[in-house]
């Protein structure tokens, strides 16, 4: 009986603690005639990019979540520090989706998840600050400058990365590769280019790439590579 009362109050808890989270969506369209690429600018929360080939705009489904708030507050907040906003910028569409300064005030948090559909052949350019990022099916240019979180990309032409922490996943590039990397693992596989990486700490996995393997610095964790089929560097 005193189990049944135990888990009883640990799933009260739990529910309430769910029921705190004030969530929101907002979707947001651009067509991109006369615009090639796509320049991101995001705080907290995940980021799901797609491409489609065909595909003749950008759209975005935004998810807004403020933590441990009710409506008002979180109405509040949004309205306060939220930027969120897609327009054009001379060739360029650029996608905003932050909560300025940061500071909600008590033991609030915020953040916006994102999902994004665009036209395969757009360049894309990333600035994040933290949560996870999936990219995949362009065939365009891809650059990321990350804070924290997991990386994954999969299909893409030539790829950089600058990445502060997390883990990072690289399946079928076109072009080159270009990781650098604070800390976390990195594993990298079918490669069309040249794959260049500097390395502070984290597990680093190479396998079948046509060109090159540069490992400028590995810093501290294993090293495995296999079926390069160009020359091979590695700082020691």
């Not at 907290?44 to 008002?72: F, N, Q, Y």
Request: charged share 30%; glycine share 12%.
């Amino acid at each position: 009986m005193r189990s049944f009362v135990v888990m009883a109050m640990f799933l009260a808890s739990f529910a309430h603690a769910a029921w705190n989270d004030y969530t929101e969506e907002r979707d947001l369209e651009l067509d991109t005639a006369d615009i090639d690429g796509l320049e991101i600018d995001s705080g907290a929360g995940s980021l799901d990019v797609k491409g489609v080939a065909g595909h003749d705009g950008i759209v975005v489904k935004a998810t807004i979540v403020v933590s441990d708030a009710d409506e008002d507050e979180a109405a509040r907040i949004i309205a306060d520090k939220m930027k969120l906003s897609l327009e054009k910028r001379g060739e360029r569409a650029e996608l905003v989706a932050d909560f300025k300064d940061g500071f909600m005030g008590r033991d609030l948090s915020a953040r916006i998840d994102l999902e994004i559909t665009m036209p395969a052949g757009l360049a894309l350019k990333i600035e994040d600050g933290s949560g996870s990022i999936d990219v995949k099916d362009l065939a365009s240019d891809v650059a990321i400058d990350d804070g924290s979180g997991s990386i994954d990309v999969q299909n893409v032409a030539n790829l950089v990365i600058d990445d502060g922490s997390g883990s990072i996943d690289v399946v079928r590039a076109s072009g080159d590769v270009s990781v650098t990397d604070g800390s976390g693992s990195i594993s990298i596989r079918s490669v069309a280019g040249t794959v260049t990486i500097d390395d502070g700490s984290g597990s680093i996995k190479v396998s079948d790439v046509e060109e090159d393997l540069i490992i400028v610095d590995d810093g501290s964790g294993g090293v495995k590579f296999s079926d390069v089929r160009g020359t091979i560097e590695q700082d020691t």
